[in-house]
């Protein structure tokens, strides 16, 4: 709270007087929203201190983007949104209530509401709009659009629907207010991440397209949308490219949150579907201006090629302090070979990272051993105190080793390692009920080979898979990668049909409601959830809970303590690695700020093309130089 002491002294005077906190809290309203002490900027907010405020705009920001697109709707299972949507949040095209802050974890500042306000017991929560607010066309945004918004993505978006699984309605109480209500109370998160809601255009989704047929914002769509953002759509060819212009009258310009950001003028993006053809397209030029490097080897060996040497093309590493996510081969529990929790650790064993890191990954790998690693979060050691407290009453129901054994995964530091670590693979596979026979892993009952596919969406798949599957050869398993397209693999990973794939899950230094979408059984059978391993753990369930209705901040730590370790043990997942920084390569055609927030890396919505520096680069390469 943004509130003095002695301000908040007067505060609970009259509202003892008054009958009570709630009513005097209600009538509070708040700017920033955080979840974690206060905001650096306070009521002051003027802009991101890391930001050029008087940034130029103009010039093109040239991007790859794999596969293809077939709908400007992501907030649906079907279709393949193009780039530029997201399925959570508003991409280029909407505006949210309110914008996650760049530069701090769990802060929100005013974008389409100008604030909010809440009762003390967090039964309900007020969005007052700002009156500047509008869509492309001109018209306001309403507090009609707000409403219509929340239930058309309560009911379509698998995200949403569980993100705000505890709000129950939204109401207008005035022309600029509307209230969410919630089934609960005590949940501290679910105020402030109202804010996250992305508002649609409820006239034009329910208009009518060119042709006179009624729009259906429950299907894909290739009509360009009408929105509220920085950008729209300027032109696309179906599956291979879409262009986005900035909107240069757009409405919110002057925000504390947009000032000396959002500076291209046209963002484009060229739809390649082979990664090498991607990274060839970077190296020359005109397609890729920026490239996000996620391969150690090509960081460490690739970027010798001609621009690189003439520093027309700049590397550069970012350091982040954002929680580190859990990358892992992500188990199908919805497969019956990985029911076991034992076959699930034995998979864990047969990956050997160290020799992967040294001779793959040039040593820039880091083992990732939480799923909130990198934080106060992650769990660690044994459980104790309110941790303990509530473990203890899910103990009939976890694996005895988790109160009494910290968990590590395997590490091959020696010779001798892989020997010891496959021989304890076989004899956890040995006690589900799996032996070696003829070489191969077989059910002892039925004689059936165990078997699992790795499910990949491009070559550069195979650094990471082969040497695990080689592992797994050995102790007789039959496993394999298998290439699909891009666009196969989303299908596929929607749907959960696959054995294995590698996931990532991101996570905040302030976890809650998303909880619900990566770990709870509603979320295990809904096409399109987070939830990719399926799992349908009551204990994992009731835990999710626990961290959403956290009283205050070292419950939160000790809930979500319980949480990672539960998940750990439970062996969802074989952990790979993580790396607390940013790899960008760019053409050298951008005005970069100073400094760079360290909280996401890199804010590439604060960079701007220097014209010299583009026009130079143009002549260099049209000439052939």
């Keep these: 709270m943004t509130v003095g002491r002695t301000f908040l002294r007067s505060v609970l005077v009259v509202a003892a007087l008054a009958g009570g906190l709630q009513a005097a809290f209600a009538q509070e309203w708040r700017t920033t929203s955080s979840l974690i002490g206060e905001s650096k900027y306070g009521d002051n907010f003027q802009h991101y201190d890391y930001v050029n405020p008087d940034a130029p705009k103009g010039g093109t920001l040239n991007s790859v983007a794999p596969g293809t697109f077939d709908s400007f709707n992501p907030y649906i299972v079907q279709g393949t949104f193009a780039a530029g949507f997201v399925p959570f949040g508003g991409g280029l095209l909407y505006d949210t209530l309110m914008e996650q802050a760049t530069d701090e974890g769990s802060v929100s500042h005013p ?128 599956g291979s490219e879409i262009v986005w212009q900035r909107v240069p009258d757009y409405w919110a310009a002057k925000l504390p949150v947009k000032i000396g950001r959002e500076n291209f003028d046209t963002q484009r993006f060229t739809y390649i579907l082979d990664e090498n053809a991607a990274w060839q397209a970077f190296t020359k030029g005109g397609l890729e201006d920026i490239q996000a490097e996620n391969s150690s080897r090509r960081w ?29 081969f992500v188990l199908n529990l919805r497969r019956p070979q990985f029911q076991d929790r034992r076959v699930r650790e034995a998979l864990t064993y047969v990956l050997d990272f160290e020799s992967m890191n040294r001779t793959l990954f040039f040593g820039l790998n880091t083992r990732t051993s939480s799923y909130f690693q990198g934080t106060e979060l992650a769990s660690s050691g044994l459980p104790q105190g309110k941790e303990l407290e509530i473990l203890e009453q899910y103990r009939d129901k976890l694996p005895p080793e988790l109160f009494t054994k910290e968990f590590k995964l395997p590490v091959y530091d020696s010779p001798q390692a892989e020997r010891k670590y496959l021989k304890a693979a076989v004899d956890l596979f040995a006690q589900a009920g799996w032996v070696i026979k003829g070489g191969k892993m077989v059910n002892a009952e039925t004689g059936h080979q165990f078997k699992l596919e790795i499910l990949g969406r491009d070559p550069s798949d195979e650094v990471i898979a082969n040497p695990y599957v080689d592992n797994l050869r050995k102790i007789g398993i039959d496993a394999a990668l298998r290439i699909v397209d891009p666009s196969q693999y989303v299908n596929r990973t929607r749907g959960f049909d696959f054995d294995v794939v590698t996931g990532m899950f991101g996570q905040s230094d302030s976890p809650g409601n998303e909880q619900r979408d990566f770990w709870s059984s509603k979320a295990a059978d809904a096409p399109g959830s987070r939830n990719l391993m399926g799992i349908k753990n009551p204990v994992v369930d009731a835990l999710v809970d626990r961290v959403i209705f956290a009283t205050d901040r070292d419950d939160l730590v000790a809930a979500t303590h319980a949480l990672d370790r539960v998940l750990l043990w439970s062996y969802y997942v074989v952990p790979q690695w993580h790396r607390p920084v940013v790899w960008l390569a760019y053409w050298n055609k951008f005005g970069i700020p100073d400094k760079q927030p360290a909280y996401v890396g890199a804010d590439i919505d604060s960079w701007w093309i220097d014209k010299d520096k583009e026009k130079a680069l143009a002549a260099k390469y049209k000439s052939g130089n």
């Design 300 to 328: 460490s060996t690739a970027y010798n090629f001609p621009a690189i040497k003439q520093g027309d093309v700049i590397k550069k590493e970012f350091k982040t302090e954002t929680p580190e996510p859990m990358q892992g």
């Design 111 to 238: 974008l389409i509401a100008d604030a909010y306000k809440h009762p003390d017991d967090y039964s309900s929560v007020t969005y007052r709009l700002d009156p500047r607010a509008k869509w492309h066309d001109g018209k306001p945004i309403t507090t009609d659009d707000v409403i219509w918004s929340f239930q058309v993505l309560k009911a379509n978006s698998p995200q949403y629907s569980r993100y705000f699984e505890n709000v129950t309605d939204a109401v207008a109480i005035s022309d600029r207010e509307v209230e969410f209500h919630f089934d609960q109370k005590g949940n501290r998160e679910l105020p402030k991440i109202i804010g996250d809601l992305v508002v649609l255009p409820k006239h034009w989704w329910e208009g009518t397209d060119a042709k006179g047929k009624k729009r259906d914002v429950t299907r894909p769509t290739q009509e360009p949308p009408l929105g509220s953002a920085a950008y729209k759509i300027a032109s696309f060819k179906p």
